[in-house]
Each structure stands twice: as structure tokens, then as C-alpha cells.
């Protein structure tokens, strides 16, 4: 994945509140092509493998828990700066501080329900893509 790519997915909480649509427009409109898109449910181990790097953090467990309650969707998206333009789009991890006008700040309800992930380097976002996208799914 070039430095034109990054990773997110639409968390469980948005995908239950409906707001695939919503979020996947505004994704379009900033002007991020989507070239690798899966719903997909992950499962408590899963979650654990993807959200390694914070095994030994108080908040992992009900991360784990969180991710596996419920469908996500996994994007691959494209654009050049992808992954600071897309982490200025989705606003700040706790919705009360994200901007007006982001992901977070229209959908997410708290810092643990904050609607997307986004990746925070470009490293980050091709080991986040190929956990979810075989070579062959990544266009």
C-alpha cells in the first residue's frame, strides 16, 4: 500500500446506529476513493490480534469486546496524504473534542463508541489493511 492508501472501518456502534451510508458519502465527498471494502464481523480473538499493540493496556479487554459485539466494515481508501487527510476528516478520538463537521463529531457517542478507526501512519495503515485484505482484494 503507497502512501496514497490508508486503512479505517466503520465501527461497530455506527454500523448499528445505521450510518454506513452517511459515513461512506462523507469519505467520497472529502474526496478518498474506496478501493477494498468488506462488512465483516471480527471475533473476540480477532480483535485481540488487530488491537495487539495495546495488549497491556486497562482499556484492552473491552476494546476486544466492543469490536466483536457487532458487524464492522473494513475500507482500504486512496488519496494522496491519505492518512493525515483521513485522520483530520474522522476529528479527534473523543467526539466532545472532535471538530465540526467530522466523523466523529456527527456520529460517535463517546471515546469508546467513536464511530471509525483510522490509521496513524502509513506503516500502520498497510499492516491494518492486509489484516483484513488478501493481496488480491487490495485493487
Known sequence: MAENRTFTMIKPD??????I????????NAGFKIVSM???RLT?????????VH?????????????SSGPIVAMILEKNNAVADFRTLIGATNPAEA?????????ATSIEANAVHGSDSDDNA???GSFFFSDLEQY
Open 21 to 28: 451510508g452517511a459515513i461512506t458519502k462523507m469519505i467520497e
Open 126 to 128: 498497510k499492516i491494518e
Open 14 to 19: 455506527a454500523v448499528e446506529a445505521g450510518n
Open 44 to 52: 473476540k480473538q480477532r480483535a485481540g490480534q488487530f488491537y495487539a
Open 55 to 67: 495488549r497491556e493496556r486497562p482499556f484492552y479487554e473491552d476494546l476486544c469486546d466492543y469490536m
Open 38 to 40: 468488506k462488512y465483516t
Open 99 to 107: 471538530a465540526e463537521g467530522t466523523i466523529r463529531k456527527l456520529f
